[in-house]
Each structure stands twice: as structure tokens, then as C-alpha cells.
Nanobody
Framework: QVTLVESGGGLVQTGGSLRLSCVAS????????MGWFRQAPGKEREFVAG????????QYADFVKGRFTISRDNAKNTVYLQMNSLKPEDTAVYYC???????????WGQGTQVTVSS
């Protein structure tokens, strides 16, 4: 069992940056692959980025490649999402998630709102 708490969301102008954090508590953080997802109003939740247990590999949705970077610090039980060159279409609630075994994510945070104004 693991509990995830996101932070770092907010309101930013087009072209701006935000850094999301997700702190995990419970079982050994390094035993989970981690991911970031997002859900915009009226849309389904979608995958944004993922990172392996020891940061050996990362994956990104095409719509964020070159703009977002996922990273993790296992000593701090934290996964990050650095978001640059934000666009209004990035507006969504962003969730972090933990996977005991990909591709299924077992645990989810409560989400943090990101709003990008035009």
C-alpha cells in the first residue's frame, strides 16, 4: 500500500513553467514504477509520462515530448514533473500514480489542478 500526494499545480500563462511533485508514503518507493496522468474537463484521463523504478527509462506522450520531464528521487520518495512551454491545452488535473507491475497502475494521488491561461 502507498499513499501519493501531489503538489505544485497552479495558474500560469502560456509559455510558462510549473514543477509538480508527488510524495509517496508507505511501502518502499523504489519498488514502484511511477507515472503522471492528466484529465481535462469532459475528457478521459490520459498518460503523460512514466519512469522506471530506478530512473533507468522514461516514457512520454507525444504531446509533451520536448516540453515535460519526469524524474524521481528515491531518497526523498518523490517523483517530479517539470513542465515547460505550457499551452492552454495542458490545462487539466494532473495525477501521479504508482505501479507495482506495469502496465497497471495500482495507486493514485488526489490530483493537482494546472491551469494555463492564453
Amino acid at each position: 500500500q502507498v499513499t501519493l500526494v501531489e503538489s505544485g499545480g497552479g495558474l500560469v500563462q502560456t509559455g510558462g513553467s510549473l514543477r509538480l511533485s508527488c510524495v509517496a508514503s508507505g511501502r518502499a518507493f523504489s519498488s514502484y514504477a511511477m507515472g503522471w496522468f492528466r484529465q481535462a474537463p469532459g475528457k478521459e484521463r490520459e498518460f503523460v509520462a512514466g519512469i522506471s523504478r530506478r530512473s533507468g527509462s522514461t516514457q512520454y506522450a507525444d504531446f509533451v515530448k520536448g516540453r515535460f520531464t519526469i524524474s524521481r528521487d528515491n531518497a526523498k520518495n518523490t517523483v517530479y514533473l517539470q513542465m515547460n512551454s505550457l499551452k492552454p491545452e495542458d490545462t487539466a488535473v494532473y495525477y501521479c500514480a504508482a505501479a507495482e507491475r506495469l502496465p497497471r497502475y495500482n495507486y493514485w494521488g488526489q490530483g493537482t489542478q494546472v491551469t494555463v491561461s492564453s
